[in-house]
């Protein structure tokens, strides 16, 4: 027997005769895909749309959201796609996002339900930071643990059934280490000590890298402490950081090799001792080997000897078709992770109660995404 989802409109949609959706909304970008059909050969369609914009108010994801979810009905449309009771709609049994910055830059992430089921009429719905997905994708949902690296960085482990488990994600002021934000701090301390004469720790090159990107010296306390997106500038210097440190530069080498190490306690700190030994890495600081990538990889084989490392099998964006699809097959067998993940089955909410809940407060957490860095918007 198919089983069937409860549409918005109280008429029943066959699973199997209806569409999954899922969507990725980030800062370079964002990209939906639908599949229609059985799993084994499904039709599968992608969109793309832009970037979200942030201001004052914070991130217009939600907006990103309904724009994507319009472009699908207007390709439906287009195809001559059948749609529910009242024509308008293709059927959609099931839909996820994962959205970069949702638990510090959209104002109400809950609100993304919403959009979701009125645009798409659905009542299955799920939607996940951008690290979250990633999880997912990069272990095609598979239990373990997943590290994604870029501005920010944030590790999940999944025991594959109801339980994550969360480490660093604290922002650049009290955590982030090893990620693109500590690497350029770490990369405008030495171009400092250099400037001031120090013997140890300081790098010519870094300090001529830094001097090209911000100007002089003398301007930079100005230019980073009254700057609310410092964070975002100080992850542009750790490019350069990987130049320099292919170009031999010792100091450079030596940042990377100790973002290495700090990377290495957080997956094995999110891999605890309750997450099977599976683990992989995502995000534009991990995509390429460097003293960073062996760093982490020798000080993780040493740390945790047991733990598998794997290649990352799949996007943030396979790991939003994951939960869409689980959603569709096994609606009450997804368990959210507040602020990290919130699943709609129905009209209501399932969470597993975690210490990000108490008072109601969402954690701090890192205001760009945990996967991209600034300026990746150039390179798609």
Known sequence: MSEHSQGIDGVAVEAVDAWVVALDVGGS??????????????????LSGRAVKVNHHGSDASAVVASLCQSFNAWAARMGHHGMSDGSTAPVSSAAVGITGLTSLVEKPLEVHDILARELRTNRTAVAGDALTAHLGALRGRAGAVLSVGTGAV????????????????????GDLGAGVWVGGEALRAAGRYHDGA????????????????GLIESWPNQFYKNAERAKQLASMAPEVMIAAGEGDETSIRILEEAGRHLADTLASALGRDIPPLASTTGRLVQEESPLTVSLTKHLSEDRPDVSLVPSGGSPLDGALHLARRLRESPHSVTGFRPWLTIRVDGHHTSRDTPEDVGGKDILTAQLSATDLPGDELRD
Do not use: M, T
Not at 30 to 45: C, D, M, T, W, Y
Not at 155 to 174: E, M, P
Not at 199 to 214: C, P, T
């Open 29 to 46: 970008g964002s990209r939906l895909v639908a599949e229609f059909g059985n799993s084994v050969n499904p039709e599968r369609i992608s």
């Open 155 to 174: 590790a999940f482990g999944y025991d594959g059934v109801n339980r994550w488990r969360r480490a660093d994600g604290w922002g650049h002021l009290l």
């Open 199 to 214: 013997s140890r720790g300081a790098s010519k090159r870094l300090l001529e890298a830094a001097v090209a990107k911000f």
